[in-house]
């Protein structure tokens, strides 16, 4: 079984639409990031959690909002789906260093 | 924005050859580290070199690293069809968070 799963690994939505992608982990960490990959782009950091009680916003976090439920479990939510947010999502987790990832869900926003 | 920038963008080789990737970063780092995807799935950690670091092997993986001139380079010696994939560089800079670059495409052909 994967250490970082995500959940769910494709989806296709409307505009306008609630989303939420869930993330959780095996592996004991303590640290959780969301980033998103655009084609020919690296990842970029939509929010981050250092522990249960800790939020972050990354870099591109306006249109994102997150949740860290447990230590295991890390969910990003796009409360009102625009197309330009079509993208691949990963999730990381991460002691210190290095980052451990999901395969990612690929997220299509007609 | 992106921190790193890796050149070339895209790397064709036979198998059996070496093939070598740059990356380049604009501010001062706490380490800096290379990642591989295989395409569909998501990063997994190659190997991470420190500011006070010149040079980091492991297996056919060779990594260095000049301060002076905020460049790194990855070396894949004897490269195989299995390294086919696309290759990042992150940098971390404060706070253990990383920023990745737009990566190098690499196709090993068989």
């Known amino acids: 079984d994967a250490d970082v799963t995500q959940t769910p690994r494709n989806r296709i939505t409307k505009t306008g639409k609630r989303i939420m992608l869930e993330c959780s982990q095996t592996k004991g960490h303590d640290r959780m990031y969301w980033y998103r990959q655009d084609p020919g782009l690296g990842l970029r950091l939509i929010y981050y959690s250092f522990d249960v009680k800790d939020i972050n916003k990354g870099e591109i976090s306006d249109g994102y909002s997150v949740s860290r439920q447990a230590q295991a479990k890390f969910s990003l939510s796009l409360e009102s789906a625009i197309p330009n947010q079509t993208a691949l999502y990963f999730c990381?987790?991460?002691?210190?260093?290095?980052?451990?990832f999901g395969d990612g869900t690929r997220l299509s926003i007609l | 924005s992106q921190q790193g920038e890796e050149d070339p963008q895209a790397l064709s080789i036979q198998e059996g050859e070496n093939a070598t990737m740059n990356c380049s970063y604009k501010t001062s780092i706490n380490n800096l580290q290379w990642y591989r995807q295989n395409s569909g799935r998501g990063l997994v950690h190659l190997i991470l070199?420190?500011?006070?670091?010149r040079e980091k092997h492991s297996g056919r993986l060779r990594v260095t690293l000049d301060t002076s001139k905020k460049s790194s380079s990855l070396l894949i010696t004897a490269s195989r069809a299995a390294d086919t994939a696309s290759y990042f560089c992150?940098?971390?800079?404060?706070?253990?968070?990383?920023?990745f670059g737009g990566g190098t495409r690499l196709m090993v052909k068989p």
């Open positions: 070199i420190r500011s006070n670091e």
């Open positions: 990381a987790t991460s002691h210190v260093q290095p980052q451990h």
């Open positions: 992150a940098t971390d800079h404060a706070g253990n968070m990383l920023t």
